[in-house]
């Protein structure tokens, strides 16, 4: 994922400043650009600390109701490049980087795998104890254990669900009373959180006030 500024292009500056832009030196154009790309940083920057889209919305929430702070990472490592003293992309270093960036700049889907989950959270232990998450989906599905005493089923409590099922048994129960099958991979939904990217009209007057600064 990279923002691309051409100061010549999509009315980034107006006729009268483009002409000012490619009458300097090649390395100040590179210094401007260098400079712009430092401050759209900063603004990517803030819009993640912020927690706020380019439009200034809220970032979409996690799936899984945590409150901790999305893409933090995603705005350690973006960096300016200027290419033939006239365009400007602000990139990350690592293209892995990019494309997760990407991916939560566009939104889409992540395709997720039995082997990926391994990696990243480690294997399951299958048959360690029922997670009270397990628990409450459970619970929420409609789980049911027959009555001490009298005949039929009743609702478990997410003690009695933890304290009697193990992880793999968790979750075949789930499976079933979701009428799910077991599954080696699976998208994941992703929501845009677009944090990187600023108006044309932004742009030009940012570029506008580092060429009057040139001037003088």
């Not at 945590?66 to 490049?81: A, D, M, W």
């Not at 795998?113 to 232990?125: E, F, L, V």
């Not at 699976?186 to 108006?199: A, M, N, Q």
Request: glycine fraction near 8%; aromatic fraction near 4%; charge should be positive.
């Amino acid at each position: 994922m990279s923002l691309v500024i051409a100061p010549n292009k999509q009315q980034a500056l107006s006729v009268k400043d483009q002409l000012l832009m490619l009458s300097l030196p090649a390395n100040k154009r590179v210094r401007i650009l260098k400079t712009l790309g430092r401050s759209q940083r900063a603004k990517a920057r803030k819009r993640i600390r912020e927690q706020r889209t380019v439009t200034g919305q809220s970032f979409a929430p996690r799936k899984n109701g945590k409150k901790t702070k999305l893409l933090k990472r995603l705005g350690r490592t973006l960096e300016p490049y200027v290419k033939s003293a006239n365009r400007l992309e602000l990139k990350h270093k690592s293209t892995h980087t990019g494309r997760i960036a990407a991916l939560q700049q566009e939104g889409g889907s992540e395709q997720m795998s039995k082997q990926r989950m391994a990696r990243i959270h480690g294997q399951a232990d299958y048959d360690a104890p029922c997670t009270r998450a397990q628990a409450k989906a459970l619970s929420k599905e409609g789980y049911k254990v027959k009555r001490q005493k009298g005949k039929g089923y009743r609702k478990a409590s997410l003690g009695e669900i933890t304290a009697s099922l193990s992880q793999g048994q968790a979750g075949l129960i789930l499976r079933q009373l979701r009428g799910e099958t077991s599954k080696q991979s699976w998208p994941i939904p992703v929501p845009s959180r677009s944090f990187l990217g600023d108006t044309p009209e932004n742009v030009q007057a940012e570029l506008a006030t580092l060429l009057s600064q040139t001037r003088g």
